[in-house]
T-cell receptor, first 111, second 114 residues
């Protein structure tokens, strides 16, 4: 079945630093790919998605490109802010309507 | 549009007690899910439902029961709570349209079993 491997954390950066969180996947075909974000004390929110190979998802300054050659969907942001401190999850459909999630990467941004 | 709501937000139970967590969604979604989140374990699927009147087991169903009597509600029950069920519980839903399957999450219920 489909699976996702996500970069282990935690990640600590200074404000305005460049962020990359790695995500690679194993899948049959070309399913949609997702990044979710979980702010402290809240549920997960969809951050961005890509529905086909070579698509780039973007939102709130974050970007991720669906790369079928390297089976990757790395999350990037050029200049992080303190308010970006959260846990980030990579995800893809597992079976039917179910999603499988990565283990999550804790990001802390210091001022 | 409230999205996905969960009741209660916090609960403390003693071992052996029972309780029901309620999830409600107002997006007319077909699919609903219950997850638990534990430190270092990511999200694990407990049970899910692909439509009103249906339920199915996920990764970690033991000790839990669910019901989906109405399309907008998905209930998670603990018949006899154990300390191992101390966790944060999230409900999610999706319309399941197309190939997207993006899920919408509730704010979570923090359960402590002593």
């Amino acid at each position: 079945g489909n699976s996702v491997t996500q970069m282990e954390g935690p990640v600590t950066l200074s404000e305005e630093a460049f962020l990359t969180i790695n995500c690679t996947y194993t899948a049959t075909g070309y399913p949609s790919l997702f990044w979710y974000v979980q702010y402290p004390g809240e549920g997960l929110q969809l951050l961005l998605k890509a529905t086909k190979a070579d698509d780039k998802g973007s939102n709130k300054g974050f970007e991720a490109t669906y790369r079928k050659e390297t089976t990757s969907f790395h999350l990037e942001k050029g200049s992080v802010q303190v308010s970006d401190s959260a846990v980030y999850f990579c995800a893809l459909p597992f079976s039917g309507s179910r999603l499988t999630f990565g283990e999550g990467t804790q990001l802390t941004v210091n001022p | 549009n409230a999205g996905v709501t969960q009741t209660p937000k916090f609960r403390v139970l003693k071992t052996g007690q029972s309780m029901t967590l309620l999830c409600a969604q107002d997006m007319n979604h077909e699919y609903m899910y219950w997850y638990r989140q534990d430190p270092g374990m990511g999200l694990r699927l407990i049970h899910y439902s692909v439509g009103e009147g249906t339920t199915a087991k996920g990764e970690v169903p033991d000790g839990y029961n669910v019901s989906r009597l109405k399309k907008q509600n998905f209930l998670l029950g603990l018949e006899s709570a154990a300390p191992s069920q101390t966790s944060v519980y999230f409900c999610a839903s999706t319309g399941g349209t197309g190939r997207s399957y993006e899920q919408y999450f509730g704010p979570g219920t923090r359960l402590t079993v002593t």
